[in-house]
């Protein structure tokens, strides 16, 4: 067999190159094709005859195209894009052959009909019942000619998918601005400077480099003392990949957008859906687009006094203090952290010194320690892709390697922006093997430069804990059959309970301080300076939460097709519901929404609000237990990490909680309500 395509053994990257690539997917292919057809031929009647080769051929498939589409996102390379373009193509067409072969489907489905069906681990009877769901959901009982079209349209659809995102990373990547005059970046700390430095360094340039790097375009917006300068970058990066901005025309995803949402209206009807809205929904936890729209709409309500009192609150000291009597988009990000500082005295710099990347890590290997009794020991003998990927062993308590964990940690060219989790290998059990759960975890935090180590803002410890939920939610799990272990088929807008509920532990002073060491002192962050921090919490909560909302109502409404499909103008009907803080009309947010036209996250985008009512009120149960308790962490582990997508989500959070999700505290965690916690 192909060493690319065992799934026992780690992805051996230094030999993926584009050749070796294809030749590994034209056997795993081969290999595939050949499993299915021997399974339709021979009809075999048991779970473990039909099933587990099955599994097998989907995990050779699988073990090479995770690391595949991993490189591909953090190591980009016009060669790598293309090979990676053209085996997802062809990834889709087998998954869509394989989906839609009614033989197979049959050999499934008599199966789930026998007897024997009902004597099955939960684990292997909800494998077999997803499977023939996702058969009906990718156009299994659709008459030949409609199920050659829906199958071109899931083929068109992803590698739509792939131009998007390709599409926003070259927009990204495509405008820098050159500064000679280090008067013009007045206002950004030393750290930041450096970071500019090093980015002009790159690319040959003398002095500074500004770029649409998140930590670059955080850095401007949050602290350029220039006004024309945070101008100039929240237009290029409110631009991007669109009709308008500096590089208006050249990156534009106007056209894409227009086709994917065409395309999954018509493939949503294809198999009898309303809308694409309902098609999402038929694999979540919410019931319909009615129950979701009024769930945004009932937090809009609420978050909207206290986001318009913040908003005024802005503009006020904006006049008052800093001379601007108009307040301008490119100014919030500023004036908001003027304001922060002046009203708790948080000094973002200030406390970005107590965290140095490295203190932080240890800091976050104790945390795990501590709450589910797992080490991370680094790996030297695991082959990588770049000095920045590392890998850890996750040890239990008994001694046993349960996981493994890539991190990915810093932003740099090539990569793509934000932070997520993916799976490299589910665990799997088939009886001859325990193959342990391995993640990729991938952030974007400014790199260090020579004489300064990395140092993390607050926001980005939130998003490493975030990362490390869902890490934790794969790589703790203990179900047996990868297509239902730790996020796989797991309900999509359940999926950030797990992330949610890790982001709180950066609120506890002990847990805070234990990731804290001065980059020059050594020194802990001191009580006063988390004390300042605890209560600027919620500061602004009122506008964050109406921004997640307006992302979310413009996912639904622009599905639902009710507003029409031209993304500016659904967008610019939404934020006339809900919006306090207006982005000037040339804005074109939607041009880069990766989650819903690249990602997992169509006609699901409220799955974060969603999800955030079981994780404020899981995480409760962690505070009512003293916080970082292991009793509470093995019982969380237990009910919801290790149970994947055996049970509803609704049923393990009943488990953990031992009642039903209380929406008040998802209230209380957003300071939206004085009613205090039962
Ligand atoms: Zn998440």
């Known amino acids: 067999?192909?060493?690319?395509?065992?799934?026992?053994?780690?992805?051996?990257?230094?030999?993926?190159?584009?050749?070796?690539?294809?030749?590994?997917?034209?056997?795993?292919?081969?290999?595939?094709?050949?499993?299915?057809?021997?399974?339709?031929?021979?009809?075999?009647?048991?779970?473990?005859?039909?099933?587990?080769?099955?599994?097998?051929?989907?995990?050779?498939?699988?073990?090479?195209?995770?690391?595949?589409?991993?490189?591909?996102?953090?190591?980009?390379?016009?060669?790598?894009?293309?090979?990676?373009?053209?085996?997802?193509?062809?990834?889709?067409?087998?998954?869509?052959?394989?989906?839609?072969?009614?033989?197979?489907?049959?050999?499934?489905?008599?199966?789930?009909?026998?007897?024997?069906?009902?004597?099955?681990?939960?684990?292997?009877?909800?494998?077999?019942?997803?499977?023939?769901?996702?058969?009906?959901?990718?156009?299994?009982?659709?008459?030949?000619?409609?199920?050659?079209?829906?199958?071109a349209i899931l083929v068109e659809l992803s590698s739509l998918a792939t131009e998007f995102s390709n599409v926003v990373l070259d927009a990204t990547q495509a405008w820098v601005e050159h500064i000679t005059d280090p008067a013009r970046l007045s206002g950004i700390s030393e750290t930041d400077m450096a970071m500019f430095a090093a980015a002009a360094a790159a690319r040959s340039m003398e002095g500074w480099a500004v770029t649409l790097q998140q930590p670059s375009v955080a850095a401007v917006l949050g602290f350029a003392d220039d006004q024309a300068l945070r101008e100039r970058v929240y237009a290029a990066n409110g631009t991007r990949a669109s009709d308008q901005g500096p590089n208006a025309g050249q990156f534009d995803n106007s056209e894409r957008i227009a086709r994917i949402l065409a395309l999954r209206r018509e493939a949503a009807e294809l198999l009898g859906f309303s809308?694409?809205?309902?098609?999402?929904?038929?694999?979540?936890?919410?019931?319909?687009?009615?129950?979701?729209?009024?769930?945004?709409?009932?937090?809009?309500?609420?978050?909207?006094?206290?986001?318009?009192?913040?908003?005024?609150?802005?503009?006020?000291?904006?006049?008052?203090?800093?001379?601007?009597?108009?307040?301008?988009?490119?100014?919030?990000?500023?004036?908001?952290?003027?304001?922060?500082?002046?009203?708790?005295?948080?000094?973002?710099?200030?406390?970005?010194?107590?965290?140095?990347?490295?203190?932080?890590?240890?800091?976050?290997?104790?945390?795990?320690?501590?709450?589910?009794?797992?080490?991370?020991?680094?790996?030297?003998?695991?082959?990588?892709?770049?000095?920045?990927?590392?890998?850890?062993?996750?040890?239990?308590?008994?001694?046993?390697?349960?996981?493994?964990?890539?991190?990915?940690?810093f932003a740099r060219q090539g990569k793509r922006g934000g932070a997520w989790v993916a799976s490299a290998r589910p665990r799997l059990h088939d009886g001859n093997v325990i193959r342990v759960p391995v993640s990729y975890l991938t952030c974007n935090f400014a790199p260090g430069q020579a004489a300064m180590p990395s140092l993390l803002r607050h926001t980005e410890i939130v998003t490493l804990l975030h990362e490390t939920g869902h890490a934790l939610h794969n790589m703790l799990t203990q179900v047996n059959r990868p297509s239902v272990g730790g996020t796989s088929g797991f309900e999509w807008d359940a999926i950030e309970l797990p992330s949610q509920l890790l982001e709180d532990f950066a609120w506890?002073?002990?847990?805070?301080?234990?990731?804290?060491?001065?980059?020059?002192?050594?020194?802990?962050?001191p009580g006063d300076l988390f004390d300042r921090m605890l209560s600027a919490r919620r500061f602004q909560s009122g506008l964050f939460l109406l921004r997640q909302v307006e992302f979310g109502l413009f996912d639904l409404l622009i599905h639902l097709g009710v507003l029409g499909s031209d993304p500016v103008e659904v967008i610019e009907a939404v934020r006339d519901e809900v919006a306090v803080i207006r982005p000037p009309a040339w804005h074109r947010f939607p041009h880069a929404f990766m989650h819903i036209f690249a990602g997992s996250y169509a006609s699901g985008y409220y799955s974060y609000l969603w999800a955030e009512v079981l994780a404020a009120d899981g995480f409760d149960r962690f505070a009512e237990a003293g916080l970082v308790d292991r009793a509470t962490g093995d019982l969380f582990r237990q009910e919801i990490l290790a149970r994947g997508a055996t049970r509803p989500a609704a049923e393990s959070f009943r488990a953990f909680r031992g009642r039903d999700a209380d929406p008040q505290a998802m209230l209380r965690r957003n300071g939206l309500t004085t009613e205090p916690a039962q």
């Open 1 to 151: 067999m192909n060493p690319l395509l065992d799934p026992q053994r780690l992805p051996d990257f230094p030999a993926l190159t584009p050749d070796a690539i294809a030749a590994a997917l034209d056997e795993a292919l081969a290999e595939h094709r050949s499993v299915v057809s021997d399974l339709v031929a021979h009809r075999p009647t048991t779970f473990a005859e039909a099933w587990l080769p099955y599994e097998r051929a989907d995990e050779a498939v699988g073990a090479l195209w995770s690391a595949v589409s991993h490189l591909h996102a953090v190591a980009d390379a016009p060669k790598l894009r293309a090979a990676y373009a053209a085996g997802q193509q062809r990834l889709v067409e087998n998954h869509l052959s394989t989906m839609q072969n009614r033989g197979l489907y049959e050999v499934f489905a008599g199966i789930a009909a026998s007897p024997a069906f009902t004597r099955l681990a939960d684990e292997d009877r909800l494998s077999l019942q997803h499977a023939i769901r996702d058969f009906t959901l990718n156009g299994v009982a659709l008459e030949p000619a409609a199920r050659e079209r829906f199958g």
């Open 275 to 409: 809308d694409p809205v309902a098609w999402s929904l038929e694999t979540k936890m919410a019931a319909s687009a009615d129950e979701v729209l009024a769930f945004l709409r009932d937090l809009a309500r609420r978050a909207r006094p206290a986001a318009e009192a913040e908003m005024a609150e802005m503009q006020t000291f904006a006049a008052e203090t800093l001379g601007i009597a108009d307040l301008r988009p490119w100014d919030v990000s500023y004036v908001a952290n003027k304001l922060r500082e002046a009203r708790f005295t948080v000094d973002e710099e200030q406390v970005r010194a107590y965290f140095p990347v490295e203190r932080v890590m240890q800091g976050w290997k104790a945390l795990l320690h501590r709450l589910f009794g797992i080490t991370l020991a680094e790996r030297d003998d695991v082959p990588l892709y770049h000095p920045d990927a590392c890998y850890f062993d996750v040890i239990d308590a008994s001694g046993q390697v349960v996981a493994g964990l890539y991190t990915d940690l």
């Open 508 to 525: 506890d002073k002990d847990v805070l301080t234990g990731m804290s060491g001065h980059y020059l002192s050594g020194e802990t962050l």
